[in-house]
Structure formats: C-alpha cells, structure tokens
C-alpha cells in the first residue's frame, strides 16, 4: 500500500526536471498523477514511465499561464479521476536581466507562469477540494532567489509573492482541511542551466524533491500547513519565516530628531544581510553613486 493510494494529483510542469521527479514519487507511492506541461511530449513521456511502474497518470498540455488553462487542467483531473485532492504548482520559466534592462514583457511573463499560475491552478483546485468536503493538500514551488537574487527582479519577485501566498492560503483554507505547503527545491534541469550558464555547478538530481512532496501531499502530514521547505540534495531545510526582529521602544512614538539621535547605534549596527547568500551587510560604509568614496 502506497501512502497516496486512492489520491488524485496534479503536477503543473510536470514533464521535466523537478517536476518530473514530483510525478515519479507520487506515482510509485500510489496517487494517480495528471502530469501537466505545456510540452505535451515531455509529459507524456513521464505518463509513460509512470505506467511502467504500475501506476496511473495521463497528460495534460494546459498552460497553467491562464486562468482557463487552469480549469482545463482541473476538469481533466476531475474526469479522469472523480476528484482533486493534491495540487503541486511546480511550472516555471525565468527570463532574467539585470533590473535596468528588463523588459515589461519579461516582467509580465514571469509573473503569468510563477504567480497568476500559482493562483489560477490554487483558486480553482480548492473550489472543487470545498464542493467535494474531503479536504487537501496544496505544494507550491518558491526558490531562495525571493530573498534577493541580482539579475532576477521578475522571477524573485514572483517566488516571494508565492511565499506570501502559501502563508495567506495556510491561514484562509484550514477551515475546509486544506493544506498549503511549499517548497524551495534544488536540482540541475533545463532552468537552472539557463541561469547558470556555463558554471561547473555539480549535478544535483532534480527528482530528489519528490518524496518530500509525496510525504506533504499524504494524510500523514495532516499537520503541516504554512511551511516551506527546502529540499533538494541531501537537504530538508525548514525556512525561517519573515517575522519583526530587532526593536526601538519609545513611549509616545519616535520623532526625526530621536530617530537621528539613537538608530545608528541601535538598529543601525543590527542591518540585516541582503539576498541569496546572506553575506555579513556590505554597506555600512554608505551606498555611493559611482566616483564618491565609501565612508571609513
Ligand atoms: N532547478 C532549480 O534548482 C530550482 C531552484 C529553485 C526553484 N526552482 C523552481 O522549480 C520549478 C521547476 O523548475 P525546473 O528547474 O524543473 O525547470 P524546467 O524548465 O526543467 O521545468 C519546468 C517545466 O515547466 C513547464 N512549463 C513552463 N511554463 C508552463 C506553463 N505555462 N504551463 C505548464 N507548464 C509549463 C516547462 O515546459 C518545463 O517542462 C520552477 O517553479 C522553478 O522556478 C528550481
């Protein structure tokens, strides 16, 4: 008995690299899988390796890029399966360009594929996970790059709206038993070649994330809603979540002149680090146009 036995799941994007893997676990622990990609050949052929190994699935081309590829996704589902009761959005695209460069057309398309699909997929996967009072489970995908990531105004800013959207769903849809979970995933794919390059990064095997996506997608993990993960390698990373941290109290409230008297040595040596790598803060010697020197 597979833990997913029974389940009916979809995969956006499923036909390649990470998303691949996702539909692999599902499969082998026992859901029947729609595997969704606008690559229909790609997804197809996952259909194929799924039902090698006994289990059930069938494809799907919907761009998840819409809201009505997104019912189309569903209503498969729905008449392939009776039901929905596991939704990973995975799908992605990047188009990355220095912030000055970007293009609003580079902007937008990220954003439809990452953020609307992410919305579209979710909002119409839960209508039906309500009308049918069984309850479900949501796997969204961000990536670290949401912390900051130069070269990627759009795509970060597009995986931090999905963080912030996994913690609103969390808290909106417990009340009907839907979970919503998601990860910050790791592997080498076709995307992440894109925005390496050329680089010698060593080769991390995309479908290493399936199984912990598997294990959020099962009944077993009933408990865990508004969390993401990173996962990926050897790794399950839990994410700190973005709360207040360090404070200046002052009954009344904080005028200019307080302010200037007491943040430098306050929060001001407290600044917190920026972006993906978290290095110690780089600026403390001012922020300078180009020609003016660094403050000792
Ligand atoms: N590879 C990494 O290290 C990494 C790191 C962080 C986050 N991610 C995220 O993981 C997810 C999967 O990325 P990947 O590296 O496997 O990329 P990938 O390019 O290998 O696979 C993405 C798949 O999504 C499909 N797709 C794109 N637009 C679609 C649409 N509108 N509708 C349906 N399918 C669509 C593509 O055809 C492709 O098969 C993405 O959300 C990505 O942002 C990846």
Request: charged share 20%; aromatic share 8%; proline share 4%.
């Amino acid at each position: 008995m597979g833990i997913l036995n029974g389940k009916a799941t979809v995969v956006t994007g499923g036909g390649r690299g990470i998303g691949r893997g996702h539909c692999l676990h599902l499969g082998a622990a026992g859901a029947a899988v729609v595997v969704n990609d606008v690559d229909i050949g790609e997804a197809r052929a996952v259909v194929e390796e799924i039902a090698a190994h006994g289990g059930r699935a069938c494809a799907s081309d919907a761009d998840v890029g819409s809201r009505q590829g997104a019912e189309e996704l569903m209503a498969l589902c729905v008449a392939a399966y009776g039901k929905i009761d596991a939704l990973v959005n995975n799908a992605g695209i990047a188009r990355d360009r220095s912030f000055l460069k970007m293009t609003d057309g580079e902007f937008d398309e990220v954003m439809r594929v990452h953020l609307y699909g992410t919305f579209w997929c979710s909002q119409v996967a839960v209508r039906r996970m309500q009308e049918q009072g069984t309850g479900g489970a949501i796997v969204n995908t961000t990536s670290a790059a949401h912390f900051g990531n130069f070269g990627q105004t759009n795509y970060a800013a597009a995986k931090g709206g999905i963080a912030s959207m996994t913690y609103t769903l969390a808290i909106e849809l417990a009340r009907y038993g839907i979970r919503v979970n998601a990860i910050s995933p790791l592997g080498t794919t076709r995307m992440s070649a894109a925005v390496m390059g050329d680089s010698k990064a060593p080769f991390i095997d995309p479908t290493l994330n399936g199984p912990m996506v598997a294990f959020l997608c099962s009944d077993e993990a009933d408990y865990i809603t508004g969390q993401i993960f990173g996962t990926g390698g050897d790794r399950i990373v839990l994410l700190e979540q973005p709360k207040y941290g360090h404070r200046m109290i002052k009954p009344g409230g904080w005028s200019l002149e307080d302010i200037r008297e007491h943040f430098k040595n306050n929060l001001g040596n407290a600044l917190e680090p920026i972006g993906l790598f978290k290095s110690p803060y780089p600026f403390y010697g001012g922020v300078k146009p180009p020609g003016k020197a660094e403050r000792p």
